[in-house]
């Protein structure tokens, strides 16, 4: 799993523009008005050959009434969830009440934080920022995001402060396996749990959860040892208020990247919303097992073809994840809980398949033939096999005699074949084109001709 670093202060003291310098893109909106980022933004981000997810969030302020119990509600929540703290506040505005409140809590919490002076462009400014001292957090590290200066030995720091990467593709299925509950409020996640856990082929226990508001459940159903992990709703853009709901995205995150197969749960009765949309994408590009519950079909007219229009609805909103199984069930009810486990624990075996290379090669050349995959400089393109990649989630190798003219097009082809000859259910795939090991030709030795 990834270490989490995530970025917080008060509003407009660059936080977003921070993201998009260390991402390299402009990935959050960045304005002058304070407040600019409601909804949760994360994104791989990457440094020295190093992988790690960062968040962009919005301003920890609240108005003067209700100030430090809100602030203190959104820090604790970061804290809990984040690895690594990027504290930023303003060198051009300099130390303030609210960095103080901010950094109060931030001292008590017992994390790793590192205090980032922004907007010194200037050395006048970078001398200035050592006022931050008097926080308590240690020697401000003072760059400018707008600008890029400092943000390399910045990234430095951040690694340093983050635990050992472990080796590339070593993503072990732990021996209970994980099922991450996301999903919009009211999509009925409690609900499903507790029908879950009210069948009388289930053992249950409760195990404390990593955070305050998501609680792991280790359940045992048909042999097979479980863990369910709610999770806290997640809620549209405009909809998202101040206080605990700003991290509602983050604890979905959090619980995507620990589990192994993720349920996201959406409400029949409604229209699936772009958040929906973002976490279903986030979990395909995290390669995790993906399910999609279209819950409450108890409220629909089954006469009338309600389910088979909210399984269209969801399959032409997540076209993207069109691989992923649909299981309609109705959580109040208990209508079909047992398939929808079931359903889990086959993309859970399915993920951890792995496929022999003489087979798995004979399958790809047989597709090459089917479709060749191109010419390059007038030379057709030969297919030399392929391999899958060790480690999860499933990644396969094909290796042509000129990999750069094979179109991503044609890699999805390859894909389709995968799917169609194995069962990858649920399971994001990787297929990469590389080169095929060419031999060296002999050089020909002519005989010399007489009478020379």
Known sequence: M???VAIVGRPNVGKSTLFNRILAARAAIVEREPGVTRDRI?????????????????????????????????????IEEADLILFLVDSRTGLVPDDEVIADLLRRSQ?????VAN????????????EFFALGLGAPHAVSAAHGI????????????????????????ESRLLLAVIGRPNAGKSTLVNSLLGTSRM????????????????????GELLTLIDTAGLRRPSRIEAGLDRWSTLRALRAVQRSEVVLLMVD???????????????????????VIVINKIDLLDRLAGGVTDAQTRALEALYFVSWAPQIAVSAKTGEHLTRLLR??????????????????????????????????????????????????????????????????????????????????TGCPLTVVARRSGQTPQRRVQRRPQPGR
């Open 2 to 4: 990834k270490p989490l």
């Open 42 to 78: 994360y994104a791989d981000a990457g440094w020295s050959g190093r992988g790690f997810v960062l968040v962009d969030t919005g301003g920890l302020e609240a108005p003067p009434s209700t100030y430090a119990d809100l602030v203190s509600a959104q820090a604790k929540t970061a």
């Open 111 to 115: 994390k790793r934080v590192l205090l």
């Open 119 to 130: 907007k010194a462009e200037t050395g006048d400014l970078r001398e200035q920022s050592q």
């Open 150 to 173: 400092q943000v390399g030995d910045l990234l430095d720091a951040v690694l340093d402060c983050l635990p050992e990467a472990p080796p590339k593709g070593d993503d072990k299925p």
């Open 203 to 222: 053992i249950t226990s409760e195990v404390p959860g990593t955070t305050r508001d998501a609680v792991d459940v280790a359940l045992e159903f048909e």
């Open 268 to 290: 029949a009765t409604q229209d699936i919303t772009e958040q929906e949309q973002r976490m279903a994408r986030y979990v395909a590009d995290s390669g995790r097992g993906l």
């Open 343 to 424: 359903t889990a624990l086959r993309v859970a075996e399915s993920r951890r398949q792995r496929i022999p290379r003489q087979e798995l090669g004979d399958l790809v050349r047989d597709a090459c033939l089917l479709r060749p995959p191109g010419t390059y400089r007038g030379r057709q393109v030969r297919c030399g096999g392929a391999e899958q990649l060790p480690g999860l989630p499933p990644a396969f190798a094909v290796y042509f005699s000129w990999p750069q003219a094979v179109a991503g097009s044609y890699l999805r082809f390859i894909e389709n074949r995968l799917r169609e000859a194995y069962d990858f």
